[in-house]
């Protein structure tokens, strides 16, 4: 299963304390505590694993590690190791108390998203004229902690988008060579999966249903992902009842969801022709011709009819 929203507690590591020591070589005198080290940061790592976040399901605390202390001699304390978590990219973190959010575009960005405390400095540091023996250090400061919420939002050239059971992952399927769950039932697909066609990355995004932009179905969990594809692949089933209203149902949650994704360039791919005859297939891509020119038909039984959809419409969309 994908797990594609979590939250985690983070705590970046105590800066080490500073000390108060002095020469003990005879003849020499003055001070010679060391600083302590800086504590480790919580970083975070955009990876290609889309299931990166899986880990967090149970693991939900990270801590870097603490600074060492300072040692004899001016010795630095050791800085604290960071604490590294890898998230995919097209993540979306969010520091729930400061608000500032990092957005994980690309694979190997790192986004210090806690940062550990300073080193407290020992008396070493305190020296002078004046005041040749300090006895006085610092201890070290506690690093910053605070709660996570990861969001994966995919980023794919291509979106499918559709009611449930539209034909969805057997397109993918059919493009990339992908294992996406076919059967003729609603939500057959409960995660969004990827392909690759050439250069393109196509995602099949899990079947919206009326009421999905308020949550209902499968709701904003899949929606979501459609944020970040460039060009949207919309199926309509030749088969239903009123191809046009479903056409309609999607385009309205898309909207009440995010009126940006109305903006997106999109092609009606009218899915299973073969269930119909020729004629009533054209009447079908007439109708929808007038809510988008660009509406194609599409039968995975008919090369020809795969040939043309690679050809019109893949081949036109630019990869990132």
């Not at 694993?49 to 040692?71: E, Q, S, V």
């Not at 009126?259 to 020729?278: N, Q």
Request: contains cysteine.
């Amino acid at each position: 299963m994908l797990v594609d929203d979590v939250k985690i507690d983070v705590k970046a590591g105590r800066g080490g304390n500073g000390i108060v020591c002095f020469a003990r070589t005879m003849m020499t005198l003055g001070p010679t505590g060391g600083d302590g080290g800086r504590g480790g940061n919580v970083v975070v790592r955009g990876v290609s694993d889309l299931g990166a976040l899986h880990t967090f399901r149970t693991k939900k605390n990270i801590t870097a590690d603490n600074g060492g202390d300072g040692g004899q001699n001016t010795q630095h304390g050791a800085d604290g190791k960071d604490a590294v978590i890898d998230v995919p990219v097209g993540s979306v973190v969010k520091d729930l108390k400061s608000g500032k959010v990092y957005d994980i575009t690309h694979s190997g960005q790192e986004e210090i998203v806690a940062r550990g405390g300073n080193g407290g400095f020992g008396n070493f540091h305190f020296r002078s004229s004046r005041h040749t023996s300090p006895d006085r250090a610092n201890a070290g400061q506690p690093g910053y902690e605070t709660q996570l919420h990861i969001q994966l939002k995919m980023i794919a050239d291509v979106g499918l988008v559709g009611l449930p059971n539209v034909g969805k992952s057997s397109l993918l399927n059919e493009l990339t060579n992908a294992s996406s769950k076919v059967a003729n039932y609603q939500f057959t697909t409960l995660e969004p999966h990827l392909g690759v066609y050439y250069s393109l990355i196509i995602a099949d995004i899990p079947g919206l249903i009326k009421g999905a932009s308020r949550g209902k179905g499968l709701g904003h969990k899949f929606l979501r992902h459609i944020e970040r594809t460039r060009v949207l692949l919309h199926l309509v089933a030749a088969d239903s009842d009123d191809p046009v209203s479903d056409y309609k149902t999607i385009r309205e949650e898309l909207g009440a969801y995010n009126a940006s994704l109305l903006t997106k360039p999109e092609w009606v791919i009218v899915s299973r022709a073969d269930e119909r005859t020729p004629e009533e297939v054209a009447h079908i891509v007439a109708l929808l011709k007038k809510e988008n020119p660009h509406t194609v038909a599409l039968s995975l039984l008919d090369d020809e009819s795969i040939a043309r959809l690679k050809k019109d419409v893949l081949t036109k969309i630019e990869p990132r």
